[in-house]
């Protein structure tokens, strides 16, 4: 792992980091906030997901989550988006396929599957990196995102009880497999299998008996994207029928852009730390 830039912060530390990645193949950066609390004791730590186009940059800059987070002791991790550079055909052509839209997946199709690993990146690969070099508690670990981050977050935590102990989402893709999106990237990564759809679409494996600590999502009502792909009443739906604790909240005349993000990122924070620090 290397450094590339570390900054003062609220107190502590906000740093900019690179390391040579197994499951990616190509160098991955990462951003990491520390607390003020992580100078005398190991933090829970919350992973952050982006959504299509953004990198480790992205909610860094603009998701104002550092000030609360160093208030509740919580180190950041906030990762790219999908691997970059690895040489693919076609990566960089579109916006919401290949380089910036990894979609949180292991990838089973050709030309993708060697790099496009993000789904065990995650889990495995970063959480074990931050875990050994970083003050981090191991036993209290959440996860949110925003958008094809949002989905990231709630597949990676419904399916990861054990390791994920809190969970929410801004604008999240409820249902991967009902929308452009979802129906793109995982023709693209994962071919026409709608059982390995599945293993991936957040409302698929609500119903399929996956559950997660309470869920918090905000969905601006201004969004965008809201009708064609994000349709947070499928998951709501879902949820319901299923009993899996969900408070959605309808964010009236809020888009898609990180102005939202940042106004609902201190109730997110404080969630979280509700379920990792009790306080
Ligand atoms: N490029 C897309 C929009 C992509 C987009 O909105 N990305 C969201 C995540 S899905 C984002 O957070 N973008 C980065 C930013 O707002 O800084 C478009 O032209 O419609």
Redesign the pocket.
């Known amino acids: 792992m290397k450094t590339l830039s570390e900054q003062a912060c609220f107190g502590c530390i906000q740093g900019f980091y690179a390391h040579d990645s197994a499951e990616t193949g190509s160098e991955m950066r990462f951003a990491v906030y520390l607390p003020p609390a992580a100078t005398s004791a190991s933090v829970p730590v919350l992973y952050y997901l982006?959504?299509?186009?953004?990198t480790e940059e992205?909610a860094t800059i603009?998701a104002g989550a550092q000030r609360v987070a160093a208030e509740h002791g919580l180190m950041l991790v906030m990762p790219d988006t999908s691997p970059r550079g690895v040489g693919l055909p076609g990566e960089e052509d579109d916006?919401d396929f290949g380089t910036g839209a990894g979609f949180y997946l292991d990838a089973v199709m050709e030309p993708w599957a060697d790099c496009y690993r993000m789904y065990s990146y995650i889990r495995d690969e970063l959480r074990l990196l931050i875990n050994e070099k970083f003050p981090a508690d191991p036993d209290r670990t959440g996860i949110f995102g925003?958008?094809?981050g949002g989905h990231g977050a709630l597949t990676i935590a419904l399916k990861n009880p054990e390791l994920y102990k809190s969970v929410s989402a801004f604008a999240p893709i409820s249902s991967p497999m009902q929308c452009p999106w979802g129906q793109k990237a995982f023709t693209g990564y994962l071919g026409t299998d709608q059982a390995s759809w599945a293993e991936y679409d957040a409302t698929a494996l609500v119903k399929n008996g996956k559950r997660a600590p309470h869920i918090l999502i905000d969905q601006g009502t201004a969004d965008?994207?809201l009708c064609e792909q994000l349709k947070p009443e499928i998951f709501e739906a879902a949820c319901k029928e299923a009993g899996q604790p969900l408070t959605l909240r309808r964010q009236d005349g809020y888009d898609?852009?990180?102005y939202f993000i940042q106004t609902f990122m201190e109730d997110h924070i404080r969630h979280h730390a509700a379920h990792l620090t009790g306080t």
């Open positions: 982006a959504g299509l186009t953004c992205t603009k916006w925003h958008s094809m965008q994207f898609h852009s990180y």
